[in-house]
């Protein structure tokens, strides 16, 4: 069965301590890699989409990157503003009607 | 301001009541999508449709029901409330399909006693 497996569950920083979150898929015949930024009480918030190994794309302090296994949201020298839940989804190329999300990881960044 | 709207914010029902969650969204996107979000288990697809008049099931369907009259508005009915129906819905729309650049609403809270 198709997972999303997202590690850790949750992560502090010191604002300026770079670190990397991790989505593990399941799935054979990804047809997409998306990342999704989620804030208490609101919903989520859309950030990448990527699509084969070896991509990369970058918004501000985040970077994510996508290998045939996993993929690696990086956030460079965090600011208290990027604390949130940080959601990853995969869709499958052979049952493109089911987008599957991770539990997420939760980030806190201290000043 | 454009986006998703979804209303109400906030609802108690009590068993066995039905009701009916508002999903609007004025950027005419084709693709919208009702998911269930619980501690612990991720967003779970309950419906989905790819414009107006076409609806599909998607992963956890039972006890929901759907329509798309006009591309704006997809609104999803609890046709018997459960406990088990407890969670907090988002309904989401996009201009591509599935998951690319979804819009997200800000979400209904659900307390079904």
Partial sequence: ?111 | NAGVTQTPKFQVLKTGQSMTLQCAQDMNHEYMSWYRQDPGMGLRLIHYSVGAGITDQGEVPNGYNVSRSTTEDFPLRLLSAAPSQTSVYFCASSYEGQGYGYTFGSGTRLTVV
């Fill in chain 1, 1 to 111: 069965e198709d997972q999303v497996t997202q590690s850790p569950e949750a992560l502090r920083l010191q604002e300026g301590e770079s670190s990397s979150l991790n989505c593990s898929y399941t799935v054979s015949g990804l047809r997409g890699l998306f990342w999704y930024r989620q804030d208490p009480g609101k919903g989520p918030e859309f950030l990448f989409t990527l699509y084969s190994a070896g991509e990369e794309k970058e918004k501000e302090r985040l970077k994510a990157t996508l290998t045939k296994k996993e993929s690696f949201l990086h956030i460079t020298a965090p600011k208290p503003e990027d604390s949130a839940t940080y959601l990853c989804a995969e869709l499958n190329r052979y049952n493109t009607d089911k987008l599957i999300f991770g539990t997420g990881t939760r980030l806190q960044v201290f000043p």
